[in-house]
Nanobody
């Protein structure tokens, strides 16, 4: 299952973006989704995950919201009140099963979010 990410961009501090991650293929079922980010010179870090419940890194709590829509085969990350330290490449990860019930665990290609002060 391939994932296509979109929604990144260059914004000013305080602004918002909606990141999307859509799975291709025949009616994949999404069991869980996660968003990660990697800033230059830093390790990739977990931002948010959702399966039954949503969980967030402390640095984004109250500003970011993760969601998923199985009918659209898409996971979202709403990012509000952006700060320059949120600048990074954001990657999505989806786990689920395809129409034959075969499990998949796929990563998106990454989308750049740049926040200017």
């Amino acid at each position: 299952v391939q994932l296509v990410e979109s929604g990144g961009g260059l914004v000013q501090a305080g602004e918002s973006l909606t990141l999307s991650c859509t799975a291709s293929g025949f009616t994949p079922r999404i069991n869980s989704a996660g968003w990660y980010r990697q800033a230059p010179g830093k390790q990739r870090e977990l931002v948010a995950t959702i399966s039954e419940d949503a969980n967030y890194a402390d640095s984004v709590k109250g500003r970011f919201t993760i969601s998923r829509d199985n009918t659209k085969k898409t996971a979202y990350l709403q990012v509000n009140s952006l700060k320059p330290e949120d600048t990074a490449v954001y990657y999505c990860n989806l786990e689920g099963s395809d129409f034959l019930g075969r499990p998949f665990n796929s990563w998106g290609q990454g989308t750049q979010v740049t926040v200017s002060s």
